[in-house]
T-cell receptor, first 113, second 113 residues
């Protein structure tokens, strides 16, 4: 079956450094991708999204890059802060099953002071 | 400016009992999605509903699980005759339309004894 997955389950960075979290997807029909942040005991929080007609989108301290050729998605967090510590999920929406999001297993980001 | 609301936040049931989970979408949202998350895993899609209609229930177990989103009132995820394997966090999300950003509630953590 087709799935969304993350390359690394955990990532540890020093406060102030930049973080890069990667995601691979296999469904070439997907045209909408989202990054979520989930803190312990809470629901996923929307961070940033990107549609397949773009290859880069920037938000506040975050950038999402989409490489459709190799089906790869990444989330870059600039000047990582302790409050960024959480589990990060990428998700894709299948355009033939509009509404249904497929989530990866998540990367745990730990920020060391 | 209330977000997605879910109740109860925690629910304990004994095997064989029924569990009812409620979700009130964000104001103005008519699309509701239910996801299940097992410990240390990503979210798995269960069902996608619009007012009074089930659009996609491809992730719902064939037995014991049902969902509704009536014209008035919250969306309900109902689990009959719960078993220990139903223990998980159940998240609801809502959006203003198909392929629009899904905003998540805080989840209901179901524990089956």
């Amino acid at each position: 079956g087709e799935s969304v997955g993350l390359h690394l389950p955990t990532l540890s960075v020093q406060e102030g450094d930049n973080s890069i979290i990667n995601c691979a997807y296999s469904n070439s029909a997907s045209d909408y991708f989202i990054w979520y942040k989930q803190e312990s005991g809470k629901g996923p929080q929307f961070i940033i999204d990107i549609r397949s007609n773009m290859d880069k989108r920037q938000g506040q301290r975050v950038t999402v890059l989409l490489n459709k050729t190799v089906k790869h998605l990444s989330l870059q967090i600039a000047a990582t802060q302790p409050g960024d510590s959480a589990v990060y999920f990428c998700a894709e929406n299948e355009n033939t099953n509009a509404g249904k999001s497929t989530f990866g297993d998540g990367t745990t980001l730990t920020v060391k002071p | 400016n209330a977000g997605v609301m879910q109740n109860p936040r925690h629910l304990v049931r004994r095997r064989g009992q029924e569990a009812r989970l409620r979700c009130s979408p964000m104001k103005g949202h008519s699309h509701v999605y239910w996801y299940r998350q097992l410990p240390e895993e990503g979210l798995k899609f269960m069902v996608y509903l619009q007012k009074e209609n089930i659009i996609d229930e491809s992730g719902m177990p064939k037995e014991r699980f049902s969902a509704e989103f009536p014209k008035e009132g919250p969306s309900i995820l109902r689990i009959q005759q719960v078993v220990r394997g139903d223990s998980a966090a159940y998240f609801c999300a809502s959006s203003s339309g198909t392929q629009e950003t899904q905003y998540f509630g805080p989840g209901t953590r179901l524990l089956v004894l």
